[in-house]
C-alpha cells in the first residue's frame, strides 16, 4: 500500500469474524459491494503485503529472516486470490505451495525458541496454518469448492471466503458447504463518523487541519461523501487527483470545486 493503513471500525469488525472462524475452525463468509476494504482488512490480518514479497523472493536467508518467522507464526494465516477460470487442481496446488511456505517460516521461529532444534521441527509444516482466506471466492467452481470442503473436513482448516453481496445465497446451492458455514459477515461502506475520521487523516497527510466549522471544508466534505458514497477505494482513488489539482493550479484549499475537478478524471459508477 501506498499509505499507511486506516483502521476502521468494518476492519476491526472484519478481525473480530476472523478470530471467531479461526477459534472454530469453521468456514465464513465475507460479503460487501466493491471497494469497501474486504479485500485490504483480509490482507492486512494476513500480514500478506509484508510476507508475500519476502515468500515469493525466497532467496539466501539474511538477517532479516527472523523477524518473517516470528509474523508468520504469529499471522499462521494464506490469502490467496483464484485466477479468472482457474482449474480446480491449480488452485489446490498454489494453496499447498502457499501453506508451506508460511508452515516453513512459523516452523523456523518455533525452532528458533527450543532448545532442541530437531525435535522441534514439524512432521507437516503445513499443518501450522490456521486459516485460509480466499479472496474474488465467485471465482471458485462447484468443483473447487467442494476440494475445499473436503480439506476442511481432513485437516480442520478454518477458511474464510470473500465475494460480492449475494455469495452467500449462491452457496445455498452446495448443501454440503453451506451446512459447514459457521459464520457470515457483511462489509458495509463507511459510516458518516468513520468518513471523517478518515477524511481527517488525508487532510493531514496534505499537511491541513480539517475543520468542520470552516464552510470551504465543510462543502468539500460534503461534496467527497456524495461521490464516495462511503467506498473506501473510490476515497482512496480520490485524494491523489485532489492532490494533483490543488498542485497543478497552485491550490491551497481543498473546496468543493476541487473536489468537483478530481472526481471528473475518475471512472466512476452510479
Known sequence: MSHAFIVTKEHR????????VRKDKTIGICHGPAGVGKTNSARR?????????????????????????????????VFYTPEVLCRPKDLMSDIDHWQMK??????????????????????????????????EA????PSALE???????????????????????????????????GFSHQYRTLGREELLFVLDRHWKRLGKVLDLDDFTDAQAVAAIERITRGNFRLLERLFPQITRVLKINQLDTITDDVVEAAASILVIGN
Open 45 to 77: 490480518y494476513a500480514n500478506w503485503d509484508i510476507l508475500e514479497p519476502y515468500i515469493d523472493e525466497w532467496g539466501p536467508r539474511g538477517d532479516h529472516d527472523a523477524k518473517h518467522y516470528a509474523l508468520a507464526n504469529r499471522s499462521r494465516t
Open 147 to 181: 476440494l475445499l470442503r473436503d480439506q476442511h473436513d481432513r485437516t480442520h482448516l478454518a477458511i474464510i471466503l470473500i465475494g460480492m453481496p449475494g455469495i452467500d445465497e449462491r452457496f445455498r446451492h452446495y448443501p454440503q458447504l453451506f451446512s459447514r458455514l
Open 102 to 135: 508460511v508452515g516453513i517460516c512459523a516452523d523456523e521461529h518455533l525452532r528458533s525458541l527450543s532448545t532442541d532444534a530437531a525435535s522441534s521441527r514439524q512432521n507437516d509444516v503445513k499443518r501450522l496454518i490456521e486459516l485460509l482466506i480466499i479472496d
Open 13 to 20: 469488525r472484519f478481525t473480530e469474524f476472523a478470530n471467531a
Open 138 to 141: 465467485e471465482r471458485l467452481t
